[in-house]
């Protein structure tokens, strides 16, 4: 149960002052009967507002297709960003949607986005070990024991002191391959290849955990259903 006015302004409908305003012109209802006490504690399920139920209030969780060329950041000094995708009452929402991990600017593919905080701890913590299968293309042909490099959990990336977990490379062609990660470590896929002296020229994530991108076209969204990972 949450205050009135604060519930329409942590579900990005405007702000709380607003929110008062709104209430004051008999905009919203509680239980059927126009709500006149903005502080009134509220169960979410039974308020409208403009005769509408209320946007998602138990939280979003959503499958993007990320497109090359936007960043996955709330600064906006950054550039274009994923979330200049979303409509602006999401935009707005607090706690804030965000991106469960992080597609660098140049990758494309699936991006889960969420305002549940909890979630984004538990499927990026290396603990979980939720797979993420990439794929990759090379400006060389790959070389060969590549797999068993990626595999065998000693490779050591530049600057840093522990070896990249075991991931899982198939080759897909010589200068293709699929990479899956349990980890999340700073352009990780980009700098495994370059240890190894092939750049990638083009980088595509097609699964997380057991969620497929499909035929979701690049931009757009899909919602998932609260339990899509549950505790
Ligand atoms: N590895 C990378 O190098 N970049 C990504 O965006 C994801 C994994």
Redesign the pocket.
């Known amino acids: 149960m949450r205050r009135l006015d604060q519930l329409l302004a942590s579900l990005g409908y405007c702000s709380r002052r607003e929110a008062r305003a709104w209430i004051a012109a008999g905009r919203v209802t509680v239980a059927g009967r126009v709500a006149d006490d903005f502080g009134a504690k509220t169960e979410p399920a039974h308020v409208l507002v403009d005769g509408e139920p209320l946007d998602h209030p138990a939280g979003l969780l959503l499958l993007l297709h990320k497109p090359v060329g936007l960043v996955c950041s709330h600064h906006r000094g950054e550039g274009p960003s994923v979330y200049g995708l979303l409509p602006e009452r999401w935009r707005r929402r607090n706690p804030p949607v965000t991106s469960i991990g ?3 600017k140049d ?1 494309s593919g699936l991006l889960l986005l969420t305002d549940q905080s909890e979630l984004v701890h538990r499927l990026t913590s290396p603990k979980h070990k939720v797979a993420k299968v ?1 794929r990759a293309t090379l400006d060389a042909d790959l070389p060969a024991g590549l797999a068993e490099v990626f595999t065998s959990g000693t490779l050591l990336l530049r600057a840093e002191d522990t070896p990249c977990a075991p991931a899982q490379l198939r080759v897909l062609g010589p200068r293709e391959a699929e990479l899956t ?1 349990t980890e ?1 470590r700073y ?5 495994m290849f370059a240890n190894q002296g092939c750049e ?1 020229l083009t ?1 595509h ?1 097609a699964q997380f955990g057991h969620l497929q991108l499909g035929d979701l076209a690049a931009g757009q969204w899909r919602e998932l259903p609260p339990d899509t990972f549950p505790p």
């Open positions: 992080r597609l660098d990758t990439y990660l999340g352009h990780q896929a980009r700098r990638v980088l994530r």
